[in-house]
């Protein structure tokens, strides 16, 4: 079925006389660089699916889209002329909440993810791959050896491994895994002991050490802030590595159509590298909108800190003062100053510090997240009316939100949980009923297990949602079976809902927690199915259209870009995605199978799929 061609008016007319033409009323024409034809041109604009026949491109932007006959009007001798063949062409995919530079900590290290991402899917094979790579890979001394993504919820043991299964692997090196929500570490005796963390350590604010019943002696797992601890021990990669590395993580961000990238909670290293990418000699291969952690905004931004890989921040949680231990123990106010609120918002070279970054809990398939109600099953040690638990108290955040209102700067804010959802939103109330409803785009990052009520009130103080809708393949059955149970697993993640109510909501994948393929967001935003086949919550899957515009349109508006991104518009950067497939078309089923031909950014292009 050939799709039905819509045309916006404006835009066509807009293109003609403002674009195609090199001067107002005058007869010469522009020559464009590029135009496209001959499929389908999938323009995002408006709440239903509007389509093109032409696209046509000059220095890096949008010269027109609409009908062939127009687009002809630009073509030059110089102009290329690109058949589409049938194939679906939409705006450049955006990354509405991931952590891009996190994968240059990664170096050598094992992925101990299970699949279908890697093959580690018990303790056993976890402890064998680690052997096999502190055989190869001895870290420096004071370092640890580490890896990365082990999935409690699909090990055969379900659960973590302690420190016991860790000394198998060494009982000389120090050894971590990181969970694969990033939000728990295990460690074996000797990291213990390199940490000087011993029964006696109290648990941090906004954190938790798991400790034997019996003996009370810690069992190697650590939970959020617990683990921070561990951070300037580990063997990461070289500054330059990490940078050089970067690249080639654009580029594969580039082969999933993402054309915008982000980094959420930005740490003082990974800003070291987005500054010296920001200052090398041509522009990164995809833009990088960056988000650092609410800790170092000042420090960090103002160049009140030279960063360094060893560089290690304040605090981590807030306005943190530390223990003797290392541990964040007192808490204070927040401030804002001049020279950092100049620097935000800004493209410098293809890199945006866009505002602040906040953790407000933990991650639901670990058991951290912080719910009003307890969990179906409590984690190690916990009693059966736990809830997980908030990062900091609700005093500093609302001491952030009120100086973000005062001074204009957007704060995105991790919020699993419905108790930490609560705590977000009353911290906006305030700083709205002392500031005024400012077009501050306050953003709920992953908004999994709020409520339709929270929803409401989410719309009412102007905070954008942006999901986690990988969940419902990735862990749906775990949260089913084992964190929350059926009816609050079904209600994750709740699009459908932020739909009904016309509002603006975004999806992210939150890598390196899953791969940043975003037609897997689109397929599981449209689908919900888990790795049992179940449809999780049939009742909040969307169209593929609206799950599209969660990763264009609405991805670029949480941005403040859409100005120059998410739909295809005359004026607009010319950040593009060939598609083999149109998703609208196909089986719903299949859309996570369609392959990205081509991925153009600023009319270049960045990546091509090898011919088959």
Known sequence: MIPKLFFLFPIAVCSLTNSVYAQKGTKTPVSADAIYSGGNILTMVGNEPQYAEALAVKNGRILLVGRMSEAQRSQGPATQVIDLGGKTLLPGFIDAHGHIVDYTLRGNSPDLSPPPVSDVSS??????????????????????????????????????????????????????????????????????????????????????????????????????????????????????????????????????????????????????????????????????????????????????????????????DGCAQFDTNGLPKVHCGADIDQSTREKVGVYVNG????????????????????????????????????????????????????????????????????????????????????????????????????????VETMKELGIIPNFFTSHTFYWGDWHINETVGRERAFGMSPMNYAHSLGMKFTDGADSPIVPPSILDLVWTAVNRISRSAVVVGPDERVSPYVALKSVTDYAAFQHFEERSKGTLEAGKMADLVILEKNPLTVDPMTIKDIKVIETIKGGKSIYKAIAR
């Open 351 to 454: 890199i945006k510090f866009a505002g602040i970054k906040i953790t407000g809990d933990g991650a639901p398939v670990g058991k951290t997240a912080y719910l009003t109600k307890p969990y179906l099953n409590p984690p190690h040690g916990q009693p059966n009316d736990y809830r997980g638990y908030p990062t900091l108290p609700q005093e500093d955040l609302d001491n952030w939100f009120e100086a973000a209102y005062r001074d204009n700067i957007q704060i995105v804010m991790h919020c699993n949980g419905d108790a930490a959802a609560d705590m977000m939103m009353a911290a906006v109330r305030k700083a709205v009923i002392k500031y005024g409803k400012k077009d501050l785009r306050p953003v709920m990052i992953h908004s999994q297990f709020i409520r339709h009520d929270q």
């Open 123 to 316: 303790i056993e094979q976890l402890v064998a791959k680690m052997k096999s790579y502190v055989a190869a890979n001895r870290p420096a001394p004071g370092k640890v050896a580490f890896g990365m993504g082990y999935d409690d919820s699909l090990l055969a043991e379900r659960r973590h491994p302690t420190r016991a299964d860790l000394d198998r692997i060494s009982q000389e090196i120090p050894i971590l895994v990181t969970h694969i929500s990033g939000h728990l570490v295990a460690v074996n005796s000797k990291a213990l002991e390199l940490a000087k963390i011993t029964k006696s350590t109290p648990d941090p604010l906004g954190g938790h050490i798991q400790k034997d019943a019996q003996t009370g002696e810690p069992n190697g797992v650590f939970e959020e802030q617990a683990g921070q601890i561990f951070v300037p021990l580990l063997a990461v990669p070289s500054t330059e590595a990490r940078v050089k590395s970067l690249d080639d993580f654009m580029r594969w961000y580039a082969s999933f159509g993402i054309t915008t990238a982000e980094d959420a909670i930005s740490s003082p290293q990974n800003i070291d590298i987005l500054l010296q990418k920001r200052k090398q000699v041509g522009r990164p291969l995809i833009d990088i909108v960056s988000y650092p952690m609410w800790a170092i905004f000042n420090d960090v931004l103002s160049g009140k800190k030279t960063l360094n890989i060893d560089y290690t921040p304040p605090n981590f």
